[in-house]
Each structure stands twice: as structure tokens, then as C-alpha cells.
């Protein structure tokens, strides 16, 4: 039974991250004022093995079906969470926000900015219906300290930043080949599609979009095996280094964006570093229990302090202060953040909302500028 504080959701795309959101939702008790809650009524999957766990999972479940349309004709279901494939991102999109229910999509948001831009045109066309593109590390306590002294102005003049998503898995040349590899499903971005966002997401929510890009864009692995054993090319860029130029209203600075598939020992190494005239921080998931601070007063010492974050995200929980937070929390604290946002809009409880359509269009004119610096070995101008 939908309880008067449910949004009812349902999932397209029963892989690897709609069993994440899955989770979230079933421990929604976790959060000490959890408001309004998500209840996932229904899951679409072309793959019925795929939607087989979350049949055995979910008791609320009353619609299974390979056909999204039979889950938007569904007047019941508010909310859909949809976690497929690049290429199927604009058309699914648009049929989702066009069915007027609420979507949580998944980066890069559109397989390339011509994608892109038709699913911002749909929203625009749809402004009742709340939209938002997931991305969960900045609600680790650290990334979220560093955003509340960003918001502060706590770094003074910004000197320079750094920010980045490494990951190691595809360092293994025998690791069969999937979508993540190929232009036809995850894009010519690569990489940059695949954690660019994800990087991007503190530096664009205060406006950090850079004017100029310079990038170095390297294929690792050329060939991966196919699930008969047969050699086969991988088609994506792995790795990403993007040298930007940012400027503000107030501010100058170099930010280096880098983006890896293929770091050896990464397995999922958030980052984010910003020196300042003031103070300089930095936070890496890699010791998600640390933030590193070094406040600086004129002629005093510069010594760094690493400080135990308590697990103290955007939304209070049941956890105590002292214990560690890890990523199925971060997709908690962003799933919170978004039904908050459903049911308050402007009004949320706290200030970080989940990453708009207007931050991912901002990340694909990044990313298709830096597809032309790397093609033409040239500085590409954004402005
Ligand atoms: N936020 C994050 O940290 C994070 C992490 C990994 C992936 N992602 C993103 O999530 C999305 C999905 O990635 P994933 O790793 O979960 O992939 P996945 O391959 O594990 O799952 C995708 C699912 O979509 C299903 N599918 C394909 N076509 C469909 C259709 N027409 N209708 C319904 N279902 C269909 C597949 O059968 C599969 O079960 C991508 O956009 C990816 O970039 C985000």
C-alpha cells in the first residue's frame, strides 16, 4: 500500500545501478527525517533475468515488462529512474519526461550534445516535471565539507584546481569487451562520458565552466575479446586529461580534469583539490574518512590538518558521528536529495541538489570541445 509520504517509482534499467537505487530505497529507514519516500511499484528491462532480482527483492512490485511505454502509460507511477545504455538516453528521456512523470537520469545525459540538446528541449517544453541526472560522490562528508567552504568563500583567491575519477578494472587486457567500450553505445566521448560528469559536478555548481580546453585523450587497450573468446576493437577513449581555463565573475584559474578507465591501483578514486590564497583542501575517496585543510593567514605557517569526518552527509541518519561512510551511502544521501526536491522543491532541506540538465549540457559542450582539442592538437576556445 502507497503510504501518503511515497513517491512511486519505477525502474528502467534493472543493471548494475537500478539494483543500487534498489537498495537505497530499501533502507530509506536509514535517514533519521526521511520525508517523502521512494516505493518502486514497477521495473522494465528488455533482460527478464535482469528484473528477476528485483521481483524476489521488492514486495511492491506490480508491473514487470520488457516495454518502458507499459510503464508510462501507468498514471500511478510519478518518478522513473532510468539506468541504461548511452545511446538509449534520448529517446527514453524524452518519452519519460513527455509521460510527465519525474526523472532521475544517468550521466552523460544523451550519447553526444546533439542528444543532449533535444532531451533539454523536451524538459524546457516540461517544466512541471523535475529532472535530474545522478551523481552521488559529492555527498561523501569530505566532497561535502569542501562544497560548504567553497559556498563560504572560504578558499579566498581560488589559485588552481584539480579534480578527477580514476578507475583501474580495464587495466586487464582479458576483460571482455561491453557497451562501456563501444562509440555505438557509450559515444565518441568515452571516458569523458563514462566519469566526466562526475568530476565536473562540484566545479560546475559554482560555476567553475571553463572558457578554453586543451586535451589529451589516449586508448590504452586496442582490442579486448569478445564473449566467444574472438579479439574484437575497443573503440573508447580510456583515459582523459583536460587542462581548462576557468573564469568567473571574480575569479582566474587553471583546472586540470582528468578522467581514467585505465589507472593502475584505482578502483573508484573520486578527487577533488582546490588551493587558495586563503585556505586549500582537498579529498579523495581513496581515504573516504579524511578531508586535508591548510588555512593560511598572512606570515603564518602553512600546515596541513587532516581532519576524521564524521559521517555527516546532506541528510542526517541513523549512523553515529564516528563510523564510515561509503559509495551506497553517497547514493542514498543523492537519492534523498532528490525525492526532497520532488516533494519541496526550492524549499529542500539542505542546498545540494542533484546535478540539473542545464550542468550536463555544460559538460557536453566540455566534452565535444575537447573531442576537437585532441583531433586538431589545438587549445579550443568554449566562449
Ligand atoms: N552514477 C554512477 O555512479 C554510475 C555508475 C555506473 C553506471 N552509470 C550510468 O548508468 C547507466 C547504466 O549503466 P549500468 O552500469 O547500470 O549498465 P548495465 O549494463 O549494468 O545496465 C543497463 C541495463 O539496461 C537494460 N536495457 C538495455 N536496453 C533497454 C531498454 N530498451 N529498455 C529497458 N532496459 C534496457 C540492460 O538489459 C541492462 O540490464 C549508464 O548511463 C551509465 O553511464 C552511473
Same mark, same amino acid.
Given at each position: 500500500m502507497a503510504g501518503r509520504e511515497d513517491i512511486s517509482f519505477g525502474v528502467?534499467?534493472?543493471?548494475?545501478?537500478?539494483?543500487?537505487f534498489a537498495?537505497a530505497a530499501a +533502507?530509506y529507514?536509514?535517514l533519521?527525517?526521511p520525508g517523502v519516500r521512494p516505493r518502486i511499484v514497477a521495473?522494465?528491462?528488455?533482460?527478464?533475468?535482469?528484473?528477476?532480482?528485483?521481483?524476489?527483492?521488492?514486495?511492491d512490485?506490480?508491473?514487470?515488462?520488457?516495454?518502458?511505454?507499459?510503464?508510462?502509460?501507468d498514471p500511478e507511477i510519478q518518478a522513473v529512474y532510468?539506468?541504461?545504455?548511452?545511446?538509449?538516453?534520448?529517446?527514453?528521456?524524452?518519452?519519460i519526461?513527455?509521460?510527465g512523470k519525474h526523472l532521475m537520469?544517468?550521466?552523460?545525459?544523451?550519447?553526444?550534445?546533439?542528444? %543532449?540538446?533535444?532531451?533539454?528541449?523536451?524538459?524546457?517544453?516540461?517544466?512541471?516535471v523535475l529532472v535530474r541526472?545522478?551523481?552521488?560522490?559529492?555527498?561523501?562528508?569530505?566532497?561535502?565539507?569542501?562544497?560548504?567552504?567553497?559556498?563560504?568563500?572560504?578558499?579566498?583567491?581560488?589559485?588552481? $584546481?584539480?579534480?578527477?575519477?580514476?578507475?583501474?578494472?580495464? @587495466?586487464?587486457?582479458? =576483460?571482455?569487451? %561491453?557497451?562501456?567500450? +563501444?562509440?555505438?553505445?557509450?559515444?565518441?566521448?568515452?571516458?569523458?562520458?563514462? @566519469?566526466? &560528469?562526475?568530476? &565536473?559536478?562540484?566545479?560546475?555548481?559554482?560555476?567553475?565552466?571553463?572558457?578554453?580546453?586543451?586535451?589529451?585523450?589516449?586508448?590504452?587497450? %586496442?582490442? +579486448?575479446?569478445?564473449?566467444?573468446?574472438?579479439?574484437?576493437?575497443?573503440?573508447?577513449?580510456?583515459?582523459?586529461?583536460?587542462?581548462?581555463? $576557468?573564469?568567473?565573475?571574480?575569479?582566474?584559474?587553471?583546472?586540470?580534469?582528468?578522467?581514467?578507465?585505465?589507472?593502475?591501483?584505482?578502483?573508484? !578514486?573520486?578527487?577533488? +583539490?582546490?588551493?587558495?590564497?586563503?585556505?586549500?583542501?582537498? /579529498?579523495?575517496? =581513496? %581515504?573516504?574518512?579524511?578531508?586535508?585543510? @591548510?588555512?593560511?593567514?598572512?606570515?603564518?605557517?602553512?600546515?596541513?590538518?587532516?581532519?576524521?569526518?564524521?559521517?555527516?552527509?546532506?541528510?542526517?541518519?541513523? !549512523?553515529?558521528?564516528?563510523?564510515?561512510?561509503?559509495?551506497?551511502?553517497?547514493? &542514498?544521501?543523492m537519492w534523498a536529495a532528490f525525492c526532497d526536491e520532488i516533494a519541496n522543491g526550492?524549499?529542500m532541506?539542505?542546498? /545540494?541538489?542533484c $546535478?540539473?540538465?542545464?550542468?550536463? =549540457?555544460?559538460?557536453?559542450?566540455?566534452?565535444?570541445?575537447?573531442?576537437?582539442?585532441?583531433?586538431?592538437?589545438?587549445?579550443?576556445?568554449?566562449?
Open positions: 528502467i534499467g534493472c543493471g548494475l545501478m537500478g539494483r543500487e537498495s +533502507r529507514l536509514h533519521k527525517n521495473v522494465c528491462d528488455t533482460s527478464p533475468e535482469a528484473m528477476d532480482w528485483f521481483v524476489q527483492n521488492i514486495p512490485i506490480r508491473l514487470v515488462t520488457q516495454d518502458y511505454h507499459e510503464l508510462l502509460a532510468c539506468a541504461v545504455p548511452h545511446n538509449l538516453h534520448e529517446q527514453l528521456y524524452i518519452d519526461i513527455r509521460s537520469g544517468e550521466k552523460p545525459f544523451g550519447i553526444d550534445q546533439r542528444a %543532449n540538446r533535444a532531451i533539454l528541449d523536451v524538459i524546457e517544453q516540461n517544466p512541471d541526472c545522478s551523481s552521488e560522490l559529492p555527498f561523501f562528508p569530505g566532497a561535502y565539507q569542501i562544497s560548504e567552504w567553497i559556498r563560504s568563500g572560504a578558499f579566498g583567491q581560488i589559485i588552481e $584546481v584539480e579534480a578527477g575519477f580514476w578507475h583501474s578494472s580495464d @587495466l586487464d587486457p582479458q =576483460k571482455p569487451i %561491453n557497451w562501456k567500450r +563501444r562509440v555505438a553505445t557509450n559515444g565518441e566521448y568515452g571516458c569523458m562520458g563514462d @566519469l566526466g &560528469l562526475h568530476a &565536473l559536478h562540484i566545479p560546475l555548481r559554482f560555476g567553475w565552466m571553463p572558457r578554453s580546453v586543451r586535451a589529451l585523450l589516449k586508448k590504452v587497450v %586496442n582490442e +579486448r575479446p569478445d564473449r566467444e573468446g574472438h579479439m574484437v576493437p575497443c573503440e573508447t577513449w580510456d583515459n582523459a586529461i583536460l587542462a581548462c581555463d $576557468v573564469q568567473t565573475q571574480t575569479q582566474e584559474f587553471p583546472m586540470v580534469l582528468s578522467m581514467k578507465r585505465i589507472a593502475p591501483g584505482h578502483a573508484n !578514486t573520486w578527487f577533488i +583539490r582546490i588551493m587558495g590564497t586563503e585556505m586549500s583542501a582537498e /579529498f579523495s575517496t =581513496k %581515504n573516504p574518512k579524511q578531508v586535508a585543510y @591548510l588555512p593560511y593567514q598572512s606570515g603564518r605557517e602553512q600546515a596541513w590538518r587532516i581532519l576524521d569526518t564524521p559521517y555527516a552527509s546532506a541528510y542526517q541518519t541513523i !549512523t553515529g558521528s564516528i563510523f564510515e561512510f561509503g559509495f551506497s551511502d553517497g547514493i &542514498l544521501q526550492s524549499k532541506s539542505q542546498p /545540494f541538489y $546535478v540539473t540538465p542545464q550542468e550536463t =549540457k555544460l559538460s557536453h559542450d566540455l566534452f565535444t570541445a575537447a573531442l576537437k582539442s585532441h583531433r586538431t592538437n589545438q587549445t579550443v576556445s568554449l566562449v
